[in-house]
């Protein structure tokens, strides 16, 4: 993946299977968010491929990758500021149910993200944990097989975040997977499973959060740190 001469990721491979939650973690500017945006088709590829359960959708459309079973959240909040919660939710359903269908995964999208008493509020009144929320239940509320979230716990509170941990394992259970991009290392070590780091966008290392952690490859990524910083 390359921007006029910068390569923004070189090399790098991932294999993601249903059913777990992993972390795509490096410091700023090592192509995490590059990556998702490849994945998702917000960017093409100029090199590799990306396969989807068996398919090449390197040069899929945002739409289809959606269709087929692709659903994110962004760093900076996506969100119908003038629609009420409940529109908002249902713009994440519109292509995944017929109209009868349409309401109730959505009333079961808000319950589970705890949004039905705020569901006809404009999300531009609501906090920011909360409009985050609505973000996530208009990622899921189609049921995709894999969600790829782009810093969902910056500015959250303590409790929101153990709220969306909980969550996160819900969807997981349910058979889906997650790739999670967070600098919150407390978060992510507590969290996912198996993680993949970038730096300078190559791949560095791979592994359980105990053998990354312990990686000094990954230690010297994170400013010459050493284990503390991984926490």
Request: with cysteine.
């Amino acid at each position: 993946m390359s921007f006029g001469g910068v390569h923004a990721l070189s090399g790098v491979s991932m294999a993601i299977e249903p059913g777990r939650i992993y972390g795509l973690i490096g410091p700023n500017g090592a192509g995490k968010s590059t990556a998702i945006n490849a994945i998702t088709g917000t960017i093409v590829p100029s090199a590799g491929r990306i396969l989807w359960h068996g398919k090449d959708v390197s040069r899929w459309p945002q739409h289809r990758r959606a269709r087929s079973g692709l659903a994110r959240t962004f760093q900076n909040l996506a969100l119908f500021h003038k629609l009420s919660v409940r529109e908002n939710v249902a713009c994440g359903a519109i292509h995944a149910h017929d109209d009868a269908g349409l309401r109730g995964a959505v009333d079961a999208a808000l319950d589970a993200f705890g949004l039905a008493q705020v569901a006809d509020e404009p999300v531009d009144v609501l906090s920011l944990g909360t409009r985050k929320r609505v973000e996530m239940a208009r990622a899921t509320v189609a049921k995709p097989r894999l969600l790829l979230l782009d810093e969902p716990a910056a500015g959250l509170t303590g409790s929101e975040i153990a709220e969306f941990s909980t969550r996160m394992r819900a969807f997981r259970d349910g058979g889906g997977a997650v790739l999670l991009v967070e600098h919150d290392m407390s978060l992510v070590m507590s969290l996912c499973e198996h993680l993949f780091v970038l730096d300078f966008g190559r791949l560095i290392a791979a592994g359980t959060p105990g053998e990354v952690r312990a990686n000094p490859a990954v230690q010297a990524a994170y400013f010459g740190a050493g284990d503390d910083q991984l926490h």
